[in-house]
């Protein structure tokens, strides 16, 4: 009834009978004691018996509306009215509610009966609520209520029964008041339960209700009518009855006198008429068979008087058969009614058949593992056996029985371990019972020992000791051994072996065996006290089955365990108690005989029993019984050393280890010290250890080493191990260990365990020790020799080197380390000793020399065995032999150095660990100066891990770390090379000057501090910053250098580092730069001051040039070409920092003075200073120069506060006086001086050379006197020729600042000299780069058929010897770049000066010098695409050789793309008519897609193949020639493909048919992708110069759509990120998509070209290629909508159409619409037939076309996502028109604007061509119904010769290809 399920659930707190009733109510001084129940009963004959009869006047209007709810039968309804009504209840005054309490408890009655359980309990909280607000009024309404309310309280639900509870304490609160209420209202409440026993199934509803429901409610009212009416007889009639009290009672008590006599009275009505409940009894429910129980138990107690003697007959059958009830809900009131009922009645046995009624059902119960009740089934047994009568029994059958079906049962108890206690404490007290209380069953004394006998025989020793033996064996049980013991018993129980192999697993389990060896010892201890002769029956089978597992040898050590278990349980439950017969009667007796046994076997199993029986009775007790001596002192000890030693030590064997530890156990406290000596002695006899060691038996050694294992670990379990320690030590041990660690060879394994035992820490605990500390030092003393001898042997130089510096100047430097044939078998020795007494070398911590020499060995060669994984690719064959047989040894070491990092560096003593960190890292450096073999990145970086590792171990602090790296970091003969610490600063090393430049030695060193500098950073490595994070951590970045600096600052090694510029695995530019920087930024002036002031007085010792280009600010990658370090240093530092803006105007003028003052000694100049200054001054001239401008304004004296401006003015006039360059000779300080000059007027050149212009502000007398210099080297190159390569070079220079800065002062002849100058200079570098040219096209030609052989020639050819035309070139095209952009100038203040060159000889100029560029650029392109002809390692050199001169080819890149046509066409021809291997175009290819591209040259090659002339000769387009009206002259052609008609180069068609499927599977920047998507601009560009309706035009978009793959517009978006789109924020325009991407696409639509996002692509990167990606889509948008449309329709991700749809309608649709509109309005269609309107706001267009009296309005709408999604056309009006004339018309200008690839405007231009034509008479085409064809715009030419229609020839191939056959669509003939 709505209960959980299960017929059986039940409750803790709902009572089954009268004493779990009491045992719920709180105890008080009142006879009863169940506070809280609620009962039921028939609503009073005063209420109406119907709800009508029930008046609603007086009652609130709403509250009655509920109590209407209440009747309704749907639950919901039910529980929301009771809602309601709880809280007008609580919100109503007491008098308002006592008004509802009638109609209230006529509801209350049936909500009682409901079979949801929500709306029980729901009933019980309103009536909670009730009873707290009326109070004391409902005491007039109770009587109806009464019965009700107490039947409720057992509801079987037990959240309804406490919500029942809770509202009748609510209206009783003291318990007195309960109980006067059952009291005074008995009557009713016995009257309900009555009625309630007598209801019906039917009689419980008067509604419709379901059977199946009826019949749960039925049995729920019964079975809690049932436990209501027990309840109540237990609190009238069983409390009285216990209670005494006067004989005169008040009148408060008569009414408990009354109710008394009214609960006996109906208790014997209810026993009449329901015979003692025996219909309830056999019930089908279990509830109410359970509740039945409950009744007949409490009548049997509370009023058996009643019953009579047929009733007793009556009721004997019933109760005790009862044993068949199977649900174990009813077992609990069944026992307890079972034993009241045999207690109460015992002569009841006589009235029923004992063995069919009581018996044979119990037998049956106990079998089946009583049915599930364990708990509380098996201990009502042996209450059970108490109360059967004797006579009813036979004695030994009924419990032989008993026994066997209470064992057979016991299969069902392994669920729990709770019902395994139970079961096996029931075997043992019902057996206990059965043994004591014999004499009821026997007479005589011979029969009850008799009867006794028999229960042990049989059931001890028939099945619960074989039992035992089973379970404790089965881990490792033998058949024969288990079958033999079985076979034992007569009367085993045959079910065991029956049951399933999950019971026998459960059964053998560690719980079972406990609980059944208890069960065995508490009744071998009850019947040892009972009768001795009766436990000798079991001592004799025990000691029988120990016997005889020894005598069977074959097995003894496998089945000897369960002896050991079971000495075990004896110990812990019997011995701890006091018991002294275990001992006495049962394992003194067994061990006495089996003793000589054991010995003869070589079990340890067997041993171990003794061992197990002394550690629980004690060794004395258990000498005195093996030996049958006394107790005394004497007597065991000479027991001890005669007998025990000899038969323990007697041999080494398997069984030595359990020998070893009896004799351990047979220790006594008392005879401790005399034992120990003689075992001691036993096992070493001093004379033969000290004068014949070789004599000593090497078996004593392995059996001493057992022992002291044993010994440690018996003293690790002692609380005092110190004094333990002591007791244990032997002078004979020490002479044993120095034996054994100095005896060669060793004994064997047994050597180093005995030596690991004896020294003891094993583990950081460990501290137990055996020898003396003289003797700990000599062994140890010797481990290091081992480990030094090994390394002594290494095959690498610096652990030889290492080992040398380790030990020198030590007391260990004397020792002779000889090697030695066995030294890996001594180094595996010493290991193992380290492995496991690693924690002893804290006991002689003072020794430091020899500790820290024993680690660092360790970390030595665990280094080198990681040098060895490292390097065995670079070993010759026998290096890799001799490494080989060690790396065993080495890789040991290397996992004990990772065991012990840990456990036990970490507490090693601070001295001997900063000492041991100070060792290791100056081994480490004196690695990587001594061993040149390691030279490479995987060195170093070992090299690194292991410095890293030394700081994370010995340094606990930031501190420590610092002077570690101080001692790292320390001077030596090699290092550092360059600076020295001086303090906190620096100074230069004056000691070096002999090295080599080029070749330093110290770098391995810094690249190993630039790995350190890379994972714990700059700060702490190179600034020495200590910061409050962890020393741990990975990285720490300064928080507060004001608060970090300390004296560890190290700028010298910064200095240093900046010196050595590059190194293994790095350079100054990739790594340490970048990190300086990243400090830098945090403001640490000081610091970089130090460094600053270091490397200018270096520079200035050295004082050379740095042969930097002075035109132009050098860049940090190019100042790598100045060789001195100190300068090469300064400028990179100076570079850096300002054009990261870390240092500005005030720091360049602070360093400006300084050089300016070092420039002059005296009236002298520095040469030194003079030489660095120029190269500086290029990088200090541009800060210098900030503010300039704003200063020519101030009208007092704008120059004087110019330091820069007097300076330069100064060097001006120094340079004027000298002599002109014409006369200069080598030697001369001139060229120091005209560089400097030349540095301060510096041009700027912005990226690849896209404008060039003066780099800073000058003064007009820094210009007059620059021009005058200028006019004097003029004059004299004019007048003398000088041939000198460096005057020639600074010549171009000062002519390109001339131009620069002072072209406006330039007159004709100015210009004149200048443009051919500039001419002279390109003409050279075209001769030189000519034959380069040709040398590579002899190398082709003539090369050899050795690959290899042919790119050495390649190589050879592309060198350049004399690299001085180049620059020369270089300088000359900056100058003529200058002099284009001042002719290109607007500014006609400006544009007079050059009026002085006629504009006729101006161009005539400027083109020859734009053709030998281009003759250049030309030249560099053939000879890529001649090399890549070869192969493309050819192809890689020739593209390889241009990046050594980048700046000269971006120059050259530059001006070409300011050439002009006819230069370019000229430049063409002129390589064509060369006759090289290579034309123009196909080199223009090679650069496009060179392999290692140069930005400026690819975008150069690329704008030539896209325009004017090169894209005639770039792109060829068809074979056949185009008639005037627009088509081809080929039509009588079948095959329209483009394959046939188009004719692409081979350079660009491979790159559009055959790659694309192949680029989607590259990676996202690969060379093959990028050369695709440059192809497709190519053809994209070349297509948007094309006349929208040319032939040409519509033969690449076939091409396009018949032989290029639409693969192409996936590779695209897998560079845009379409993830942006995904989801609900696809509809968002401003989408966070990458600028550059959505940038390029409304670029690329707006301006119809690709153009800028190719001139940028270089070099390439992921963001560049998406941004081209993104213009490419634009672009085919633009001009392919048809084949884009295509592709995405074929798109089958629904989430990638939808996010390709989203971003095309946000970023490219709108421009494309408003393109399209725009267009279709400009157009002029000159028709008066014809008119177009546009609406833009609706993105439409309305067509109108009229002929006649004919017409129609064509509505062509544009989509949001355009074109991606098809326009829609729509014909809104027509007339004169057959619908089926309109419906085509429809269609074909749905055909042409959705085929259309190109501008709408032109596909409504076709389509109404089509429409004249058709007006015309012209013939449609029978296949595709238009005149003009949707596609190329073709008209029917193709006539068939029978029917004469004439068909498109592109629709008559489409239909030949799909029909596969030739005949006429029409008439079927052949065509």
């Known amino acids: 009834m709505g209960r959980a399920k299960g017929e059986a659930a039940r409750t803790k707190s709902r009572p089954s009978s009268s004493s779990t009733a009491a045992s719920l109510l709180p105890s008080g001084v009142t006879a009863v004691g169940f506070g809280g129940y609620v009962g039921s009963s028939p609503v009073n004959s005063s209420l109406a018996s119907t709800p009508d009869a029930v008046p609603f006047t007086d009652i609130d209007g709403e509250v009655a509306q509920h109590l209407k709810r209440l009747s309704r039968k749907d639950p919901i309804t039910k529980l929301k009215a009771l809602t309601s009504l709880s809280q007008l209840i609580r919100q109503k005054e007491a008098k308002e509610i006592v008004t509802i309490i009638p109609q209230w408890a006529f509801e209350y009655k049936k909500l009682l009966m409901d079979y949801n359980r929500e709306v029980r309990r729901a009933t019980h909280e309103t009536m909670t609520n009730l009873v707290s607000a009326v109070g004391r009024d409902l005491a007039p309404h109770l009587k109806p209520l009464i019965g009700p309310w107490w039947f409720s309280q057992f509801d079987s639900v037990s959240e309804v029964s406490q919500a029942a509870k809770r509202s009748f304490q609510a209206a009783f609160p003291a318990q007195e008041r309960r109980v006067d209420a059952l009291m005074l209202y008995s009557s009713e409440i016995f009257t309900y339960i009555e009625d309630n026993l007598k209801?019906?199934?039917?009689?419980?509803?008067?509604?419709?209700?379901?059977?199946?429901?009826?019949?749960?409610?039925?049995?729920?009212?019964?079975?809690?009518?049932?436990?209501?009416?027990?309840?109540?007889?237990?609190?009238?009639?069983?409390?009285?009855?216990?209670?005494?009290?006067?004989?005169?009672?008040?009148?408060?008590?008569?009414?408990?006198?009354?109710?008394?006599?009214?609960?006996?009275?109906?208790?014997?009505?209810?026993?009449?008429?329901?015979?003692?409940?025996?219909?309830?009894?056999?019930?089908?429910?279990?509830?109410?068979?359970?509740?039945?129980?409950?009744?007949?138990?409490?009548?049997?107690?509370?009023?058996?008087?009643?019953?009579?003697?047929g009733d007793m007959k009556m009721l004997a059958g019933t109760i005790l058969g009862s044993f068949q009830e199977k649900n174990p809900a009813c077992h609990s009131s069944m026992w307890e009614t079972v034993l009241l009922f045999s207690r109460t009645f015992p002569d009841s046995w006589t009235t029923v058949n004992v063995q069919k009624t009581v018996i044979s059902r119990l037998w049956n119960f106990l079998k089946n593992g009583c049915f599930g009740s364990q708990k509380v089934s098996y201990p009502a047994l042996v209450l059970f056996l108490e109360i059967v009568p004797s006579k009813s029994i036979t004695g030994d059958k009924f419990f032989l029985d008993f026994f066997r079906s209470l064992w057979e049962g016991r299969h069902m108890s392994f669920s729990s371990n709770t019902d395994r206690h139970a079961f096996f404490v029931a075997v043992e007290e019902c057996f206990i019972w059965a043994v004591r209380n014999a004499s009821r069953y026997c007479v005589g004394a011979e029969a009850?020992?008799?009867?006794?006998?028999?229960?042990?025989?049989?059931?001890?020793?028939?099945?619960?000791?074989?039992?035992?033996?089973?379970?404790?064996?089965?881990?490792?049980?033998?058949?024969?051994?288990?079958?033999?013991?079985?076979?034992?018993?007569?009367?085993?129980?045959?079910?065991?072996?029956?049951?399933?192999?999950?019971?026998?697993?459960?059964?053998?389990?560690?719980?079972?065996?406990?609980?059944?060896?208890?069960?065995?010892?508490?009744?071998?201890?009850?019947?040892?006290?009972?009768?001795?002769?009766?436990?000798?029956?079991?001592?004799?089978?025990?000691?029988?089955?120990?016997?005889?597992?020894?005598?069977?040898?074959?097995?003894?050590?496998?089945?000897?365990?369960?002896?050991?278990?079971?000495?075990?349980?004896?110990?812990?439950?019997?011995?701890?108690?006091?018991?002294?017969?275990?001992?006495?009667?049962?394992?003194?007796?067994?061990?006495?005989?089996?003793?000589?046994?054991?010995?003869?076997?070589?079990?340890?199993?067997?041993?171990?029993?003794?061992?197990?029986?002394?550690?629980?009775?004690?060794?004395?007790?258990?000498?005195?019984?093996?030996?049958?001596?006394?107790?005394?002192?004497?007597?065991?000890?000479?027991?001890?050393?005669?007998?025990?030693?000899?038969?323990?030590?007697?041999?080494?064997?398997?069984?030595?280890?359990?020998?070893?530890?009896?004799?351990?156990?047979?220790?006594d406290d008392e005879c401790f010290s005399k034992q120990w000596d003689a075992v001691i002695r036993y096992l070493v006899i001093q004379e033969k250890v000290s004068f014949d060691p070789g004599t000593m038996d090497r078996n004593y050694i392995s059996v001493l080493a057992i022992l002291m294992e044993k010994v440690k670990e018996r003293t690790k379990k002692s609380v005092h191990q110190s004094d333990q320690c002591e007791d244990w030590h032997h002078e004979l041990l020490d002479l044993v260990a120095v034996y054994v660690v100095q005896a060669f060879p060793q004994f064997g394994d047994s050597d180093a365990r005995f030596i690991c035992a004896v020294l003891g820490g094993g583990t950081i605990d460990d501290k137990i020790s055996f020898i003396s500390r003289k003797t700990v030092i000599l062994i140890f003393e010797e481990v290091l020799t081992r480990l030094m001898t090994f390394m002594k042997d290494s095959t690498f130089s610096w652990v030889q080197d290492v080992c040398s510096l380790l030990y020198s100047g030590s007391k260990y430097s004397d020792w002779k380390l000889e090697p030695s044939n066995n030294l890996l078998e001594m180094a595996h020795f010493v290991l193992d000793i380290l492995n496991g007494s690693l924690f002893c070398l804290n006991t002689i911590e003072a020794e430091r020399e020899l500790v820290q020499g024993i680690l660092a060995a360790i970390f030595i060669i665990d280094w080198e065995f990681s040098c060895i994984n490292v390097s065995e690719d670079k070993l010759n064959k026998e290096h890799i032999g001799e490494t080989g047989s060690r790396l065993a040894?080495?890789?040991?070491?290397?996992?004990?150095?990772?065991?012990?990092?840990?456990?036990?560096?970490?507490?090693?003593?601070?001295?001997?660990?900063?000492?041991?960190?100070?060792?290791?890292?100056?081994?480490?450096?004196?690695?990587?100066?001594?061993?040149?073999?390691?030279?490479?990145?995987?060195?170093?970086?070992?090299?690194?891990?292991?410095?890293?590792?030394?700081?994370?171990?010995?340094?606990?602090?930031?501190?420590?770390?610092?002077?570690?790296?101080?001692?790292?970091?320390?001077?030596?003969?090699?290092?550092?090379?360059?600076?020295?610490?001086?303090?906190?600063?620096?100074?230069?090393?004056?000691?070096?000057?002999?090295?080599?430049?080029?070749?330093?030695?110290?770098?391995?060193?810094?690249?190993?501090?630039?790995?350190?500098?890379?994972?714990?950073?700059?700060?702490?490595?190179?600034?020495?910053?200590?910061?409050?994070?962890?020393?741990?951590?990975?990285?720490?970045s300064p928080t507060d250098l004001g608060i970090n600096k300390t004296h560890y600052s190290r700028p010298w090694l910064a200095a240093e580092i900046l010196c050595t510029w590059k190194w293994i695995g790095g350079c100054v530019l990739d790594s340490f730069l970048p990190s300086f920087v990243s400090y830098m930024k945090n403001g640490d002036c000081g610091f970089s001051d130090s460094i600053l002031n270091v490397l200018i007085d270096g520079a200035l010792v050295h004082g050379s040039c740095s042969g930097l280009n002075l035109?132009?600010?050098?860049?940090?990658?190019?100042?790598?070409?100045?060789?001195?370090?100190?300068?090469?240093?300064?400028?990179?530092?100076?570079?850096?920092?300002?054009?990261?803006?870390?240092?500005?105007?005030?720091?360049?003028?602070?360093?400006?003075?300084?050089?300016?003052?070092?420039?002059?000694?005296?009236?002298?100049?520095?040469?030194?200073?003079?030489?660095?200054?120029?190269?500086?001054?290029?990088?200090?001239?541009?800060?210098?120069?900030?503010?300039?401008?704003?200063?020519?304004?101030?009208?007092?004296?704008?120059?004087?506060?110019?330091?820069?401006?007097?300076?330069?003015?100064?060097?001006?006039?120094?340079?004027?006086?000298?002599p002109s360059l014409s006369t200069w000779q080598s030697g001369e300080d001139m060229e120091d001086w005209l560089q400097l000059v030349i540095s301060c007027f510096p041009v700027e050149v912005t990226e690849r050379m896209q404008e060039i212009k003066p780099a800073r502000y000058v003064f007009p007398a820094e210009r007059a006197v620059l021009y005058e210099l200028f006019q004097k080297q003029r004059q004299g190159a004019s007048a003398v020729l000088n041939k000198l390569p460096l005057v020639q070079k600074l010549l171009s220079e000062l002519m390109v600042i001339s131009v620069a800065y002072c072209w406006e002062d330039f007159d004709e002849d100015d210009w004149k000299f200048v443009l051919h100058r500039l001419r002279f200079w390109i003409e050279a570098a075209v001769v030189m780069m000519e034959e380069v040219v040709e040398n590579v096209n002899h190398t082709l030609a003539n090369g050899s058929n050795d690959v290899n052989a042919s790119l050495n020639e390649f190589e050879n050819a592309v060198v350049i010897s004399d690299p001085f035309p180049v620059e020369l070139a270089r300088n000359a095209l900056v100058g003529f770049s200058l002099f284009c952009s001042l002719i290109g100038s607007q500014d006609k203040e400006h544009a007079g000066n050059l009026n002085h060159l006629g504009s006729e000889k101006w161009e005539i100029m400027t083109d020859r010098i734009f053709e030998g560029i281009l003759r250049l650029f030309f030249c560099t392109a053939a000879s890529e695409a001649i090399a890549n002809s070869c192969c493309h390692e050819a192809s890689s050199i020739i593209a390889s050789s241009r990046l050594g001169h980048r700046q000269f080819w971006e120059s050259v890149a530059s001006c070409v793309l300011q050439s002009s046509s006819h230069a370019r066409d000229k430049a063409m021809k002129s390589i064509e008519i060369w006759g090289l291997s290579k034309g123009a175009i196909s080199s223009l290819y090679a650069l496009v897609f060179s392999c290692k591209p140069l930005p400026p040259l690819q975008y150069a090659a690329f704008v030539l193949l896209s325009t004017e002339p090169g894209a005639q000769l770039a792109f060829t387009c068809d074979t056949g020639k185009v008639s005037n009206d627009g088509t081809l002259n080929n039509e009588d052609s079948f095959d329209t493909s483009s394959a046939e008609n188009v004719h692409l180069r081979e350079e660009l068609s491979y790159k559009l048919e055959k790659l694309p499927p192949r680029v989607l599977e590259m990676d996202l920047v690969a060379h093959e992708r990028v050369n695709v998507l440059v192809a497709w601009c190519l053809l994209l560009e070349h297509m948007t110069s094309l006349p929208s309706s040319s032939p040409a035009r519509e033969r690449i978009i076939q091409y396009v759509q018949e032989s290029t793959s639409s693969v192409i517009l996936d590779c695209l978006f897998q560079h845009i990120p379409l993830e942006l789109y995904m989801g609900s924020s696809s509809r968002k325009k401003d989408a966070e998509l990458p600028a550059a991407v959505s940038e390029a696409a409304r670029r690329a639509i707006a301006t119809s070209s690709v153009s800028v996002s190719v001139q940028f692509l270089w070099p390439i990167g992921p963001e560049k290629m998406a941004s081209l990606a993104g213009a490419v889509f634009g672009l085919m948008l633009h001009h392919l909508p048809a084949y884009v449309r295509g592709w995405f329709s074929d798109i089958r991700d629904r989430s990638a159409s939808s996010a390709i749809e989203a971003f095309t309608k946000a970023w490219c649709s709108p421009t494309l619409i408003s393109n399209e509109l725009s267009q279709i309005k400009k157009a002029s269609f000159a028709d008066e037939n014809f008119s177009v309107s546009v609406s833009k706001s609706a993105n439409e267009v309305v067509a109108t076309y009229t002929k006649d009296e004919t017409g129609m309005d064509l509505v062509i709408h544009l989509p949001p996502s355009y074109p991606l999604r098809a326009v829609d056309v729509d014909c809104t009006r027509s007339l004169g028109i057959t619908e089926v004339k309109r419906r085509k018309w429809l269609m074909s200008l749905m055909s042409f604007v959705r085929n259309q690839n190109g501008a709408l405007a032109e596909a409504i231009r076709i389509w109404k061509s089509n429409f004249d034509k058709e007006f015309e008479g012209v013939e449609e085409c029978p296949i595709c119904y238009s005149v003009i064809h949707t596609v190329n715009h073709s008209m029917p030419r193709l006539a068939c010769k029978t029917c004469k229609h004439k068909f498109h020839s592109a629709c008559l191939y489409k239909w030949f290809s799909t029909s596969h056959k030739s005949t006429c669509p029409l008439c079927q003939s052949p065509f």
């Open 199 to 309: 209801l019906t199934p039917q009689s419980l509803s008067d509604k419709a209700t379901a059977s199946d429901e009826l019949e749960e409610m039925h049995q729920q009212v019964l079975s809690s009518s049932l436990l209501a009416l027990a309840a109540l007889l237990d609190v009238f009639l069983y409390s009285h009855s216990e209670k005494p009290g006067p004989e005169n009672v008040t009148g408060e008590l008569k009414h408990a006198v009354k109710a008394r006599t009214i609960a006996v009275s109906s208790a014997e009505k209810l026993c009449s008429s329901h015979k003692y409940f025996q219909d309830f009894l056999k019930s089908q429910s279990p509830a109410i068979r359970s509740a039945a129980y409950s009744v007949v138990k409490s009548c049997i107690k509370n009023i058996p008087n009643a019953i009579s003697e």
């Open 448 to 667: 009850i020992y008799l009867f006794q006998h028999t229960l042990v025989d049989e059931v001890l020793l028939g099945f619960l000791w074989p039992e035992y033996l089973l379970a404790a064996s089965s881990k490792n049980q033998d058949s024969a051994f288990s079958s033999s013991i079985l076979d034992q018993s007569k009367n085993g129980i045959q079910s065991n072996h029956k049951e399933p192999r999950e019971a026998l697993n459960s059964k053998h389990s560690i719980d079972y065996e406990e609980s059944l060896g208890k069960c065995i010892v508490k009744i071998l201890s009850a019947i040892q006290r009972l009768d001795n002769n009766l436990f000798l029956v079991f001592s004799s089978k025990f000691q029988a089955d120990i016997l005889d597992i020894f005598h069977q040898t074959e097995y003894s050590s496998q089945n000897v365990r369960w002896v050991v278990k079971f000495i075990l349980l004896l110990d812990k439950h019997a011995v701890r108690n006091g018991e002294i017969w275990p001992l006495l009667d049962l394992i003194g007796p067994t061990l006495q005989k089996s003793f000589a046994v054991i010995g003869t076997l070589d079990s340890p199993d067997a041993v171990t029993v003794i061992v197990t029986a002394v550690s629980v009775f004690g060794p004395r007790q258990i000498t005195q019984q093996i030996m049958c001596i006394g107790l005394g002192a004497e007597e065991f000890l000479k027991s001890f050393i005669e007998t025990i030693i000899p038969w323990s030590l007697k041999r080494f064997s398997p069984s030595t280890a359990a020998r070893l530890d009896l004799l351990l156990a047979l220790l």
């Open 889 to 1036: 040894f080495c890789e040991a070491v290397h996992a004990f150095r990772c065991k012990i990092r840990d456990q036990f560096l970490r507490g090693f003593g601070v001295n001997n660990r900063k000492s041991l960190g100070t060792t290791l890292v100056q081994s480490i450096k004196c690695i990587t100066f001594v061993d040149n073999r390691f030279e490479s990145d995987n060195f170093v970086s070992l090299c690194g891990q292991w410095t890293l590792d030394v700081f994370e171990i010995f340094c606990q602090d930031q501190v420590e770390e610092q002077q570690l790296l101080e001692q790292f970091l320390s001077k030596n003969d090699s290092w550092p090379l360059w600076v020295i610490s001086d303090g906190i600063g620096a100074r230069l090393r004056t000691d070096n000057v002999s090295l080599s430049l080029h070749a330093p030695s110290n770098t391995k060193f810094i690249a190993l501090v630039d790995k350190l500098i890379s994972k714990i950073g700059f700060d702490r490595v190179v600034a020495g910053l200590i910061s409050e994070a962890s020393p741990s951590s990975t990285k720490d």
């Open 1111 to 1218: 035109l132009q600010r050098a860049s940090v990658d190019e100042l790598e070409a100045v060789d001195e370090p100190f300068l090469r240093a300064l400028l990179s530092v100076l570079s850096t920092f300002f054009q990261d803006n870390l240092w500005g105007n005030e720091k360049a003028t602070s360093l400006f003075k300084l050089l300016v003052d070092k420039l002059y000694i005296g009236d002298n100049a520095n040469l030194n200073c003079l030489k660095i200054l120029p190269s500086i001054m290029n990088i200090l001239v541009r800060p210098l120069s900030i503010g300039a401008e704003d200063r020519t304004n101030d009208l007092s004296d704008p120059y004087s506060e110019s330091k820069l401006h007097n300076v330069t003015v100064d060097w001006l006039n120094r340079t004027v006086c000298f």
